[in-house]
């Protein structure tokens, strides 16, 4: 009963909202979601025509659509907006839509983040896959295509409006040339926080080079401060710096290549990589135990915090995060740089522009099992109310950037703009190696991650046990 | 006299009929709920191990012995069984002799000492993940106990990595295993002291035994059956131990703290190999039922008093 009143409330207040858009013309979030000019002024004039008519309009009227059924339909939702400021941003975009197709139920469940893809997993197993689901696109979604539970909407996407999300988007939510998913989180960059007071106390410069970075950690660790704040526990954190060290040297080459095992997990950019990590283990760059930390706990920032540590590599929610356990401090002293280029690789003409992240964040796939209805249904939910202009506000306002085109002019937190300004104009994503490779060769990528910060095993080794992993996934295929 | 005879066969005809039909309705539930969630569940793994599957796709392709064939030569899983057999030495020495030790002074100190008794307890009330997650803090390099205490004594910064090097990481799990099992065997443990009957006590004192002699030549042996359930459990329950491992450490660092259970469980819900993983499952439960008979053939111990 709460939630029925709830969702009457938040449903009222939201259809408010979209009307005092309407008026106001250009709102905050300007790139409107999928509708030209025309729509604007559709709207505007239906708005000024007659206000207490419009409320009943839906959102998506004069929009290219498929027109959907007018007959009791149920779609079950599940996603992770477990938190603030997720699911009350989530919910509305259900709640809005609900209130335009009121024959529609979205009956929509929030499932813990940390069992997730197991809980997916026993549901499809036991036949109670859910209509339209949450997922990360990369290996596990190709696994949930080839099972026959995510539906290619290449066709829909075509015919119908959508928002501009950016290539990387499309693609990340895409099997082999086939859309499947459609972006409703946020793009996900990784570059380097860094503690300004700390080095404008050292007189230190932000480094654009490698050697200028080694130079900077030297004169940290001389200070008696640990240069990398790093909790690699999970071994996904751990990677970013693997990651980012092969693709300065290699671009995106000889990943692409050891992927197909054309070439190897044991190449020169692996080896390269491998062998910085473990030179700068050595030294001290990284905080004792790093294979303990763990970054669920904060105990990551916690190094930042203290002043113990001056940098850390991150992905780019570590922004909102830290914004919201302390804005004033985080102004203050936070600031963000690029991962630094290999000058030796530079001249050798790699591209110093690969940018390590997602371009999603998350996406739906839709599990139709032939019901064309529904999957229209879902195809309208997922494109028009999330990633409309009140949900893309919202968004913005927790420091999350849509991975829609002409969001990047509207952030305004400094340091989401570098962030934003590096996603925007690298040549090349590369999809974290944790989501992108197939989920066996994850497991032994995350454990090589352990092992190589752990000195237990150098880059030829682990490259090895890389490289067997994805054969014997290969030659499953 | 015929007749009454008759009308008592009759009579006890139907009392064993209404028996019969009470147990059947009686037992039904507690049979019907060990069928579809032990038995059935233990045939279907094993009819699983015999696929190809990913765990969600309706085509499985069946191919075998194949996954048993892979098993047997998959050193990740002897590894990981190694581990259990590790975890299973020192949870049989450290947990039931400490278990031991407290039940004796518990029973030698009688009713002033159950204060000891609650708080001892404590461990075992709570749930393995809090304790994992209670230990995951403690453990931390920075901030956790070990760490900051190290820091004090030697008046500058310390860490002391437990959970995040090998082979620490096992026994420092070892560690808080004992920590949350102990209590069990403890109150077990006062448990059979409680069935030793008090006049065998009081003789062996009017005899001039001591307490320590008591204990040693009276106590203990008729201890032995106790000694052996409790054996026989804390070896079941370290083989298939999952919950703690899982929550502490993942299996990490590069699985040296990874159990069969946790390695089964990647397997099945991570990597999209339950056919595999299922052979795993049915694998663990092999070895488990073998080493259990083994060990109660080994330890037979005569109840003779």
């Known amino acids: 009963m709460k939630k029925k009143v709830l969702s009457i409330f938040l449903a009222s207040v939201l259809s408010a909202s979209i009307l005092a858009g309407c008026a106001g013309g250009g709102s905050a979030a300007a790139p409107a979601a999928g509708g030209s000019d025309a729509t604007e002024t559709t709207k505007e004039e239906a708005a000024s025509a007659d206000t207490a008519e419009a409320s009943t309009g839906k959102q998506t009227d004069g929009k290219n659509l498929p027109e959907l059924t007018t007959e009791d339909m149920t779609i079950l939702l599940w996603d992770i907006a477990t938190e603030e400021p997720g699911r009350p941003t989530q919910e509305a975009a259900v709640a809005r839509f609900m209130k335009d197709y009121p024959n529609i139920h979205v009956e929509q469940i929030h499932q813990q983040n940390d069992n997730y893809k197991q809980q997916l997993v026993v549901a499809m197993s036991s036949g109670q896959c859910p209509d339209m689901y949450v997922s990360w696109g990369g290996g596990p979604m190709a696994e949930y295509y080839k099972s026959g539970f995510a539906d290619d909407i290449t066709d829909l996407y075509n015919t119908y ?50 050697d200028e970075l080694e130079d900077v950690c030297a004169k940290l660790k001389e200070a008696g401060i640990t240069p990398f704040a790093l909790a690699n526990a999970p071994k996904w954190t751990g990677s970013m710096y693997y990651m980012y060290l092969v693709a300065r040297h290699s671009g995106n080459d000889e990943f692409d290549a050891a992927y197909t095992q054309e070439g190897s997990f044991g190449s020169e950019a692996f080896l390269f990589a491998s062998d910085k990590i473990q030179d700068w283990v050595k030294k001290g760059y990284f905080p004792d135990g790093v294979n303990s930390l763990s970054p669920d706990d904060g105990q990551d920032k916690q190094l930042l915090y203290d002043g113990s540590c001056a940098m850390m590599l991150h992905g780019s929610w570590m922004a909102g995060s830290m914004s919201s356990d302390n804005a004033e401090w985080y102004q203050e002293n936070i600031g963000v740089f690029r991962f630094p280029e290999d000058s030796e690789a530079k001249a050798k003409g790699v591209p110093q522009d690969v940018e390590i992240g997602t371009a999603i964040g998350n996406c739906f796939n839709f599990n139709s099992k032939g019901d064309q209805a529904k999957l229209e249904a879902m195809y309208v939910l997922a494109t028009q109310y999330y990633n409309d202009d009140t949900y893309n506000q919202m968004q913005m306002d927790s420091f999350q950037t849509p991975s829609i085109k002409g969001f990047e002019e509207q952030v305004t937190d400094p340091n989401m703009k570098v962030i934003t300004d590096v996603f925007f104009n690298a040549s090349n994503v590369q999809l974290w190696y944790d989501q992108y490779l197939p989920a066996s060769v994850t497991e032994v990528h995350k454990n090589s991650m352990s092992a190589l910060f752990g ?23 | 006299m015929a007749e009454k005879k008759k009308n008592n066969s009759s009579l006890e005809k139907v009392r064993g009929k209404r028996v019969a039909v009470a147990a059947t309705v009686f037992l039904f539930p507690a049979l019907f709920l060990i069928a579809v969630y032990f038995i059935y569940p233990v045939i279907d793994t094993f009819v699983i191990s015999g696929y190809k599957w990913n765990g969600i796709s309706s085509d499985r392709t069946f191919i075998g012995l194949q996954n048993w064939v892979t098993l047997i030569h998959d050193k990740n899983f002897w590894d990981a069984f190694g581990h259990n057999v590790v975890i299973m030495v020192f949870s049989i020495l450290l947990q039931i002799p400490i278990g031991m030790l407290l039940a004796t002074f518990l029973d030698a100190g009688g009713r002033k000492y159950n204060i000891f008794k609650v708080i001892w307890f404590l461990p075992y009330l709570m749930s393995s993940v809090a304790i994992a997650f209670l230990f995951t803090y403690a453990l931390a390099t920075n901030g956790g106990i070990f760490s900051s205490l190290a820091s004090l004594i030697q008046g500058k910064k310390v860490t002391i990595d437990l959970l995040g090097r090998s082979p620490h990481a096992l026994f420092a799990v070892i560690g808080v295993m004992a920590w949350q099992y102990t209590p069990f065997y403890m109150v077990y443990f006062i448990a059979g002291y409680g069935n030793i009957d008090t006049t065998i006590y009081e003789a062996a004192i009017i005899d001039g035994a001591t307490r320590g002699q008591y204990v040693r030549h009276i106590a203990i042996p008729l201890l032995g059956p106790i000694f052996k359930t409790a054996c026989t459990m804390s070896l079941i329950g370290s083989l298939k131990y999952f919950d703690l491992i899982w929550n502490m450490t993942q299996g990490g660092p590069v699985n040296s703290t990874e159990l069969m259970a946790t390695y089964m469980y990647k397997l099945s819900f991570q990597q999209f190999n339950m056919g595999y993983g299922s052979a795993v499952a049915a694998g663990m439960f092999i070895l488990i039922t073998f080493i259990a008979l083994l060990f109660q053939k080994i330890f037979v111990v005569k109840e003779d008093y």
């Open chain 1, 161 to 210: 409006d959508h928002p501009d999300f950016i290539d990387a988007a499309i693609a990340q939510g895409s099997y082999k040339d086939k859309i499947l998913g459609i972006p409703f989180g946020s793009l996900s960059g990784c570059d380097i926080f860094y503690n300004k007071t700390i080095f404008k106390e050292n007189g230190l410069e932000v480094p654009t080079t490698l």
């Open chain 1, 455 to 477: 000195l237990e095993k150098d880059g030829a080794e682990i490259g090895a046990d890389q490289d067997a992993a994805m054969k014997a996934e290969l030659a499953e295929e």
